[in-house]
């Protein structure tokens, strides 16, 4: 695996992890900004770290969100400061059950030495 790939899936990694213990600093620690995500018809850009929230995130996950879990992640392009991945999602409440799955496309980047999540274009709402 290359050092792009490792670094970015870390982030995702670290995403993941700080999302499903609902630290908000933690999320925005695992992105890159300006953040764009596109879903559900519209485009959302969070300027600068610290602007993603977790309760607009909540807001939307799903009646009961309790966590999400990684399905799939595919490298799509890995370049050397930017790297593409397909993948899956599921997100789940407390009692197991599935809420629902999501294909999105993640982009990657590298800023200054700072690998996170800059974009992504996702079936979830």
């Known amino acids: 695996m290359s050092d792009a ?3 970015a899936m870390a982030s995702l990694d670290d995403y993941m ?3 499903n213990r609902g630290d908000e600093a933690g999320v925005n620690a695992a992105c890159n900004f300006p953040h764009v995500r596109l879903a559900g018809g519209k485009v959302v850009v969070w300027p600068k770290h610290g602007d993603y929230k977790l309760d607009d995130f909540r807001a939307r996950a799903g ?3 309790h966590h999400s879990t990684w399905d799939e992640r595919t490298p799509i392009h890995v370049g050397r400061n930017k790297v593409h991945l397909k993948v899956k999602f599921s997100r789940w ?3 197991g059950s599935l809420i629902g799955r999501f294909e999105t496309i ?7 030495g700072h690998w996170g999540i800059q974009a992504r274009s996702s079936f979830a709402d």
């Not at 993640?106 to 200054?112: A, L």
């Open 17 to 19: 992890a700080a999302l």
């Open 93 to 95: 409440r407390k009692d």
């Open 63 to 65: 009646d009961g969100w």
């Open 5 to 7: 790939l490792t670094a």
């Open 106 to 112: 993640y982009i990657v980047t590298d800023q200054d």
